[in-house]
C-alpha cells in the first residue's frame, strides 16, 4: 500500500519570506514523488518530481523539493513567497515499479501568502 | 500544445439519470487516468487505460460506474443510476507512461 501524509491543512507565510509545506510518504519499493498546485476551481498543475539522482529537485516557479529517504519526507520549498504562490499543493506518491501508475495524493496543504 | 481536455466542464443531473464524462488526452499521450476529487479532498485514484484496455481499475466503484478508452474519441467516465454521493469533481489526467501525470480542468458533477 502506498500513502501520504500532509499534516499541515494551513501554512500561513508572509511575502517575501522563505515557505515550506511538508510532506512525508509511504511505499513499497524506490519512490516516485510530485508536487502538484491546484488554483480554485482549476485542475491540478505539475510542479516538480523525484525518481532518482540527486535528492534536491527544482520546479516550476521557483519552487524546489527535498527527497530524504531515512525520513521519507518530500517538502516543498521556496526561498520567497510570492502572493501569487497562494493556492492549494498536494504531495502525491507512487511505488516505482513498472504497471504501477496509481498516484496517491495526501489531503492537501491550503498555502496563503500575505501582503 | 493543446493541454488535457475535459468537457463538459460542470454536469448537473437529477438522481437516476446517467452521466458521461469526457477525456482527451495530451497529443501523444495514450495513457489516461480518472481520480475524484470531494470537496476539502485530495484526489482519489479509479482507473487507468491505455487504448481499448482497462490497465487498473481498483478505485473504481464495484457498481454503476465504467470507463472506457476507445481506439478512436475521447476516454469516457460512465455514471449510471447517479445518487447525491456521486457529486464531486472528477479529474483526467495523461501521460507516456511512467512518468508525470497532466491533468484536465475536471468536470464538477452536481447530482440534485
Known amino acids: 500500500a502506498q500513502s501520504v501524509a500532509q499534516p499541515e491543512d494551513q501554512v500561513n507565510v508572509a511575502e517575501g519570506n522563505p515557505l515550506t509545506v511538508k510532506c512525508t510518504y509511504s511505499v513499497s519499493g524506490n519512490p516516485y514523488l510530485f508536487w502538484y498546485v491546484q488554483y480554485p476551481n482549476r485542475g491540478l498543475q505539475f510542479l516538480l518530481k523525484y525518481i532518482t539522482g540527486d535528492n534536491l529537485v527544482k520546479g516550476s516557479y521557483g519552487f524546489e523539493a527535498e527527497f530524504n529517504k531515512s525520513q521519507t519526507s518530500f517538502h516543498l520549498k521556496k526561498p520567497s513567497a510570492l502572493v501569487s504562490d497562494s493556492a492549494l499543493y498536494f504531495c502525491a506518491v507512487r511505488a516505482g515499479n513498472f504497471g504501477n501508475e496509481k498516484l496517491t495524493f495526501g489531503t492537501g496543504t491550503r498555502l496563503t501568502i500575505i501582503p | 500544445n493543446a493541454g488535457v481536455m475535459q468537457n463538459p466542464r460542470h454536469l448537473v443531473r437529477r438522481r437516476g439519470q446517467e452521466a458521461r464524462l469526457r477525456c482527451s488526452p495530451m497529443k501523444g499521450h495514450s495513457h489516461v487516468y480518472w481520480y475524484r476529487q470531494l470537496p476539502e479532498e485530495g484526489l482519489k485514484f479509479m482507473v487507468y487505460?491505455?487504448?481499448?484496455?482497462?490497465?487498473?481499475e481498483s478505485g473504481m466503484p464495484k457498481e454503476r460506474f465504467s470507463a472506457e478508452f476507445p481506439k478512436e474519441g475521447p476516454s469516457i467516465l460512465r455514471i449510471q443510476q447517479v445518487v447525491r454521493g456521486d457529486s464531486a469533481a472528477y479529474f483526467c489526467?495523461?501521460?507516456?507512461?511512467?512518468?508525470?501525470?497532466?491533468f484536465g480542468p475536471g468536470t464538477r458533477l452536481t447530482v440534485l
Open positions: 487505460l491505455q487504448k481499448e484496455n482497462i490497465i487498473d
Open positions: 489526467a495523461s501521460s507516456r507512461g511512467h512518468n508525470e501525470q497532466f
